[in-house]
C-alpha cells in the first residue's frame, strides 16, 4: 500500500492502581499510538515503549522522535510498502525495535483490513480463546498481596505472575504458595539479580513454579546458562531475547528453558512469530508478556498468543486490570480466557470520543 499519511497521537491512561516493580512504580501510561492511512484502508500500531527509559533505552518521546526523523521518510520514500518489507526498508536505522514494531503493526493492521483477514488467521493462531494470566506488583505488606492475588484468582485468572526483588522474594513467594496451594505460579525478576545470587534463587526450587523469568540482566546470557546448572525452576528469558537469532542462541547455550515472547520487544509481530517458530522447533514452550499495553496491543496480543507453541498463559489480562477505561471496546475475561479478535486486521479499532479525551499531542506526518 501507498501511505498517504501517518499520524502520531500521544495519549495518557491513569492505571487503576500502582504497580510496582524492580524498575519503579508506573502510576499512568503514556503511550504512542501510530495510524496509517493508505488509499483504501488505515491502521493502528501501538508502541510500547514506558514514559521512561528504563525497562529498555526506548522510550515514548525517543520512539516519537525516530518515527517521525527516521522511519517515516523511509517508508514514504519506498512508494508502495508491505508489512513484511518494512523491517528491511529500516533497517540502515539501527535499534529502535519498539518504535519500529509500531510502525510495521499499522502497516500489517491497514493490509489486513483491507484484505478482510483477521490478525490471528494471519499470523497462525490455532485457538478462538487463549488462557490469562495476570501480573502482580512488588507489595510492602504480605496481607495487601494476598488479598491482590485472591482477587484476580477469584476474577478467573489462570496463572499468577509474582514480581521479586532482592529482599521481596522468597518470603512472599512463600506465602502465596502457602495461601493458595496447586496454582499456576511464576516470579518475574526484571533482571535484578546477578550471578552471585544463584544460590538464593535456588531457594526458591522448593515452590514448584513454573518459572523464574529474567533474574540477570538482559545481557548476561552465559550468566543465566550458568543459572540454569544451580536452580531447578526452569529460566524464562524476556529483555534477553531481542530476535528470532538471538533466542536460538540462547537455546543453544542451555540459558532458558522458557522464552517471553513480547513483539514490541523484538521489532514487530513478524519477528515475533519467527521467534516462536524457532523455539517450537527446539521443543522449548512459549507464553506473551505484556507491556500494559491499550485494547490495540492486547488485541494483537492474543492473536500471537493463540499460536500454537503459546502452551503457558500470558499476561494478556482483561482491559480491567489495567485500565478504567480503555481506547477500544474492553476486553472482558471469560471462564480466565480472552477471545481471539475474528474482524478484519486487528479486529478492533479506538472509540473516538475516548481517544480524544486522553490524546495528549497528534501530529499528521505526510511524504
Known amino acids: ?36 492511512v493508505g488509499p483504501d484502508a488505515e491502521g493502528w500500531g501501538e508502541c510500547v515503549a514506558f514514559g521512561t527509559p528504563f525497562y529498555s533505552y526506548e522510550y515514548v518521546a525517543g520512539a516519537y522522535d525516530v518515527i517521525k526523523r ?21 533497517d540502515e536505522v539501527r535499534g529502535h525495535p519498539m518504535a519500529k514494531g509500531a510502525v510495521e503493526m ?3 493492521d491497514a493490509e489486513l483490513r483491507e484484505r478482510g483477514v483477521s490478525f490471528g488467521e494471519f499470523l497462525g493462531a490455532v485457538r ?22 485472591e482477587g484476580y484468582l477469584d476474577d478467573g485468572y489462570r496463572r499468577i505472575k509474582l514480581k521479586i526483588e532482592p529482599g521481596h522474594d522468597v518470603e512472599p513467594v512463600r506465602a502465596v504458595r502457602e495461601r493458595f496451594g496447586d496454582i499456576l505460579f511464576q516470579v518475574d525478576a526484571n533482571a535484578a539479580y546477578t550471578r552471585d545470587d544463584a544460590q538464593h534463587l535456588a531457594e526458591l526450587d522448593e515452590f514448584d513454579l513454573l518459572l523464574i523469568e529474567q533474574p540477570l540482566p538482559e545481557d548476561d546470557i552465559v550468566g543465566h546458562a550458568l543459572l540454569a546448572q544451580t536452580v531447578t525452576t526452569p ?32 521489532g514487530g509481530y513478524l519477528e515475533a512469530r519467527r521467534v516462536h517458530d524457532v523455539c517450537a522447533a527446539a521443543k522449548v514452550p512459549v507464553w506473551c508478556g505484556g507491556m500494559l499495553e491499550t485494547a490495540l ?11 500454537p507453541n503459546f502452551t503457558l498463559p500470558g499476561d494478556t489480562s482483561a482491559s480491567g486490570r489495567y485500565y478504567a ?3 477500544c471496546e474492553p476486553f472482558v475475561l471469560e471462564d480466565g480466557r480472552l477471545a481471539v479478535p475474528t474482524g478484519p486486521g486487528l479486529g478492533v479499532s479506538p472509540l473516538p470520543d475516548v481517544l480524544e479525551r486522553v490524546t495528549t499531542a497528534v501530529e499528521t506526518c505526510r511524504p
Not at 131 to 149: F, K, P, Q
Not at 241 to 253: P, V
Not at 297 to 307: D, I, K, M
Open 235 to 266: 529460566i524464562c528469558l524476556d529483555e534477553s531475547i531481542t530476535s528470532a537469532r538471538g533466542a536460538e542462541d540462547a537455546i543453544a547455550l542451555g540459558a532458558c528453558g522458557v522464552v517471553n515472547i513480547k513483539a514490541g520487544r523484538v
Open 106 to 108: 499499522a502497516v500489517l
Open 297 to 307: 496491543g492486547r488485541a494483537a496480543n492474543v492473536a500471537l498468543a493463540a499460536l
Open 1 to 36: 500500500m501507498r501511505l498517504e499519511s501517518v499520524e502520531l497521537r500521544c495519549i495518557r491512561l491513569p492505571l487503576v492502581a500502582p504497580f510496582r516493580t524492580s524498575l519503579g512504580t508506573e502510576r499512568e501510561r503514556d503511550v504512542l499510538l501510530v495510524r496509517v
Open 70 to 90: 527516521h522511519l517515516l521518510p523511509r517508508l514514504f520514500a519506498a512508494g508502495d510498502v508491505a508489512a513484511e518489507d518494512v523491517a528491511s526498508l529500516l
Open 128 to 149: 478462538p480463546a487463549v488462557d490469562c494470566g495476570v501480573s502482580v506488583g512488588i507489595h510492602e505488606n504480605a496481607s495487601d498481596l494476598l488479598r491482590t492475588v
Open 325 to 327: 477505561e480503555d481506547i
